[in-house]
Each structure stands twice: as C-alpha cells, then as structure tokens.
C-alpha cells in the first residue's frame, strides 16, 4: 500500500554525528556484508575485478570540504543512506505497493516480489538513498536492518542496524526519535541536529549532528609557539651533531 | 537525468496516439459519424501508435511481467494512474470505434468519454514527472500542460495527413485547426523553457546541512567507480548545447510543420507535404522529449 500512515507508533532512525565521523567506510562495508546475505535479493557486484567496477550499496560515505568565508577549510565525513522520511515520496510515488512505510515503526522498505524495478522511486528520492539491483531488478534501500533489530536469534547488543554496531568511531545512534525521551531524541536536542534538505518537505526521520566549530588556537595563545624552534638540535647538525648525540646516548 | 529511449519513444508514440484518438472522439460531431476508409486509417493509427507506445514503455522495467501489479495504486502514484486510465481509454475507444466502424453507430456519449479518458491519460503522464519534487524542471504545473497540448497538436497533424490521404486535400479549417495547436503547444513549451534557469531548490549546502558554515563543495566521492545514481541521475547535457537542441526541436517540431501545412492548403502535392509535416513533428518531438530528461537536474547532484 503505498498510501502513508498518518502517524506511526514509533518513528526509528539513525542520529548521525558529523562530528565524530572519522570517514572510515566501515559502516559501507558492514552494511553491504549483512544486506547481501538478508532481507531480500542480494547486493551485486557488476565487474567487480574488472576496469568498471560498480555495486549495490545501501549506505555511502560522502567527503565534503566546507570553506568559511575567513578560516581555513574544514573536511566532513558524511555518511548517507535512507533517512526513513515520515512524508516519503518514494513511497507514494510506486505504483505497485511494493514500497511502504510501516505503520508501527515508520520503516520504509520494499516489498521486492511486487517490484517491477521501473525506478521511480529513486527519482522521487532527493537524497539518493534507493538503488536498482543491476543483476536482480528490484529496487534495494536501507532497511534498518529490520532482521536485526527484532532479530532474537542473535545477542541483544547486536539488535540494532549493522552500520551502528560496527562503526568504531561510535559516529552513528539507533533509537525511536519520536520518543522525545529517548537517547537519540535527548542527543539531537543537546547538539542540534538538523534535517537533511528540509525544503524537500520530506520530513527526514534520521537527523545529522553538525561539526563542533574548530578550536581557535591562536586565540587562546598570547604568542604562537615557534614548532620549529622545538625540533632544533640540541647540538650542532652534521655529522659532528649526530656523533656528539650517539656519544651522549652512550653515557 | 538520464534519457531513457523506451521512455522518449513511449511519451512521444502513445502522446500523438491518444491525441488522435481523442479527436476521433469528436467525430460524431464534427464529420456526421459516417463510416469510410478513412475513419478505419485514422483509428488503426490512433490505437498503434498509443499501444505501441504503451508496450515500449514497459521495456525499460526490470520486471516487465509484474506490470499488471501497476494498475493497484491508483490511489496515491501517478504513474499508476496513468496505467489505469490508459486501459480504461483504449477499451472506451476501441467499443466507440468498433460500434462506429462496424455497425455505423456512432455514439457521441461514447466519443466523449474517449476523448476525456485519452486526455487524461496524457496529462497523468505529464504528472509522473510534475509530481517529482527532486527535479526542479519538471516540478511545474506547466509540464502536464505541455504534455497534453502536444498531444493534440500532434493528434491533429496526424489527422490532416490521413484526411489528405483519402480524400485529396488538406481541409482549410482542419488544417488552421492543426497550425493553431502547433502553435500554442510550442508557445507554453517556449515559456516551459523560460522557467528552466530559476534557482535550485536544494544547494549542497542544504543537501549536507552545512551551509551555516561555509561553501560545501565534494572533496571524495563515495567509491571510485560509477553508480547506478550517476547513471540514472547524473546525466545533463551542457547548456550551450542544450540552447542549439531546443532551436532544433522548435524548427522541426513547429516551424517546418507550419510552413508544410501552409504550403499543402493550395497545392496539389498536399499528401505529401502533409507527411512531411508528420514526419518533422514526430522528429521535433523526440528532440523535445529527449532535452526534457536531458535537461533535468535531479537534486541528489549535490552530493556529487
Ligand atoms: S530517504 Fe529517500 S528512500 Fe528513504 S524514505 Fe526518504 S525519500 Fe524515501
Ligand atoms: S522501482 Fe519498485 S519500489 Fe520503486 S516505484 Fe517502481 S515498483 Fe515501486
């Protein structure tokens, strides 16, 4: 059923820090690692070893330069996959029902049995976040890892989505960001997370934590330190230098 | 966005099919509802140009032999509507046209509600792409607008062909009929074209939501090699050469039409300025609809 539910009990969705993010890809390679093997056809590779490689994936990370107008420029790490958006037009768009967004969790997923892979629905996503299967045909998105956050058959610390149990920078939050008590909820009022082009109406669930300004050294320093005034040698350089050092480390 | 030939071949076809079918519609009303061989031609057009468009529209699917799963979200998608009224209409027009052809009973009930439903397939399919906020150009009331007055246009020139075919001339109201479509529908397409430089709605500075901070540009894709989002949205043609195609759509598909349609009024070679008028229209067209993908910028474009 394609049409929206009006509200959904729970909205679940990733919090992800834009500052802790060290732009590692682990997330990319976990999640391609559990999504090929889970829920649904698997995740191709097309020329894998060849001159053209191309593939599947659910999440990406993105490398941005921001250049203030008056500081040096700073480099973001920016991991994106399906924010899970509560107006979703991917979701009204599928004219088969294949993509839905549960009522009880706010996951959009597809049904891929009933995908006929005509892609409108990645058109309808501005962020990017679907992707035709070249091998199978049927539209793949990040699926919150829906077969491990229920999953019993596995330990409760790995019931959350594979990108947020793998990465090492603890860059990524699971949890229900309608709950205004949750962690996340807690942790998007505290840093003040934002939505990913808000002007799209698509009314993001994921939220993103923005990079804390850069510490301003010279301005808590009354004279710079000179660094290449501490590296000089002790002694003189040369030959002589390094041979007086040896000798000295001799004892 | 990338162009797809299935989908330009499709909305090209079918919209110049339906047209046609929709001004057999009005046959009942304007040419008395008598059965003749030209009817038969302009009927067997009509249904094999909108069929074969809608066939080809269904090669560019991943799994064609689901399509009938189309048809069910009439409620919320567009281009599900687009399938269910696009069935509706050719089962309106092919028992409108069986009864007409057949047993000489044209019925204007029937005729009108072909040319409803042949109209409103178009327009539906003008709004699979309005309905795309991601895609600036094509998220304007004007772009259904565009689609269905081309597909009048288009239904008529055809129509004056097959007239001139079977009884020797152009018709002079029929053939003023056809140059004012012509007209109009390039008109809105120029002022279509008009709106194609506003602004963007998202910048990369909105898409990472670092724009409070300064200018975001990419410093490293996400992979080294392509994607399927490139591919798919990642294609745009350059402006000056997008500027040459439009002029190029315009003179086949308005200019050179109308100075044909024009030329075969007084003359004794009209059939054969009129399949030429045919035959530049159809090719302005495919120009026209190929720039339309061409042209678009998909909003995700600011992450790469
Ligand atoms: S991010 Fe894209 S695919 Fe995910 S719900 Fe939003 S619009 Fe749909
Ligand atoms: S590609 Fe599949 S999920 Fe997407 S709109 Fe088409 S049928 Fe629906």
Redesign the pocket.
């Given at each position: 059923m394609t049409q929206l539910p009006e509200t959904t009990e729970r909205k679940l969705g990733l919090v992800i820090d834009l500052d802790t993010c060290v732009g590692c890809h682990a997330c990319v390679i976990s999640c391609k690692e559990w999504n090929t093997g889970g829920y649904g056809a698997p995740l191709a590779d097309t020329d894998a070893y060849g001159s053209d490689p191309s593939g599947t994936f659910l999440n990406r990370v993105h490398t941005f330069e921001v250049k203030p107008a008056d500081k040096p420029a700073m480099v973001t790490h920016f991991p994106k996959s399906?924010?899970?958006?509560e107006d979703?037009?991917?979701?009204t768009v599928c004219p088969t029902g294949a993509s839905f967004k549960r009522s009880e969790d706010g996951i959009?997923l597809v049904h891929e049995d009933h995908c006929i892979g005509c892609g409108l629905?990645a058109w309808?996503?501005?962020?990017g976040?679907?992707e035709m299967d070249a091998v199978e045909k049927v539209m793949k998105?990040c699926t919150l890892c829906v077969d491990r956050i229920y999953n019993e058959n596995i330990p409760e610390e790995d019931r959350v989505p594979s990108c947020v149990r793998t990465c090492p920078a603890g860059a990524r939050h699971f949890g229900d960001i309608g709950d205004p008590d949750s962690d996340v909820s807690k942790l998007v009022a505290e840093r003040g997370g934002f939505d990913l082009m808000p002007e799209q109406g698509?009314k993001?669930v994921n939220k993103y934590l923005p990079p804390r300004p850069k510490q301003q050294m010279s301005d808590d320093l009354d004279e710079p330190v000179n660094l290449a005034a501490l590296a000089e040698p002790t002694a003189n350089g040369g030959f002589l230098g390094w041979l007086d050092n040896a000798l000295e480390r001799l004892g | 966005m990338h162009p797809a030939y299935s989908v330009i071949f499709f909305t090209v076809s079918s919209g110049a099919g339906l047209g046609l079918l929709a001004f057999m519609g009005l046959g009942p009303f304007t040419f008395g509802g008598e059965t003749s061989d030209m009817i038969w031609a302009a009927f067997i057009l009509g249904f094999a140009m909108a069929v074969g468009g809608l066939i080809s529209s269904t090669f560019h699917l991943g799994h064609p032999e689901r399509a009938w799963r189309a048809m069910t979200q009439w409620r919320s998608s567009w281009l599900s509507r687009e399938g269910v009224i696009a069935v509706a209409a050719l089962i309106v027009a092919a028992i409108f046209a069986a009864l007409w052809l057949l047993l000489d009973l044209s019925s204007a009930l029937l005729g009108i509600v072909t040319t409803i439903l042949a109209m409103l397939t178009v327009w539906a399919t003008g709004m699979i792409y309005a309905q795309i906020k991601a895609v600036d150009l094509w998220h304007r009331w004007l772009t259904p607008v565009c689609y269905l007055l081309f597909s009048l246009a288009g239904g008529i020139t055809l129509f004056i062909f097959i007239h001139a075919v079977f009884t020797g001339k152009a018709g002079y109201e029929l053939s003023s009929m056809a140059m004012v479509m012509l007209l109009v529908a390039w008109a809105v397409k120029m002022f279509w074209w008009m709106g194609a430089d506003r602004a963007p709605t998202s910048t990369p500075e909105s898409a990472t939501g670092l724009g409070h901070l300064g200018k975001v540009r990419l410093l490293e894709k996400p992979h080294t090699g392509s994607n399927y989002l490139q591919r798919e949205m990642g294609f745009q043609i350059a402006r000056k050469h997008a500027r040459k195609l439009r002029l190029i759509a315009l003179v086949l598909g308005a200019v050179a039409p109308i100075l044909l349609i024009l030329l075969a009024i007084p003359a004794p070679l009209d059939v054969l300025w009129l399949g030429l008028a045919v035959i530049s229209h159809l090719a302005g067209m495919l120009v026209e609809r190929w720039l339309f993908f061409a042209e678009a910028r998909h909003a995700v474009m600011n992450y790469y």
């Open positions: 399906c924010l899970h958006c979703a037009p991917c979701v959009v629905c309808a996503c501005p962020y976040a679907r998105k698509t993001p | -």
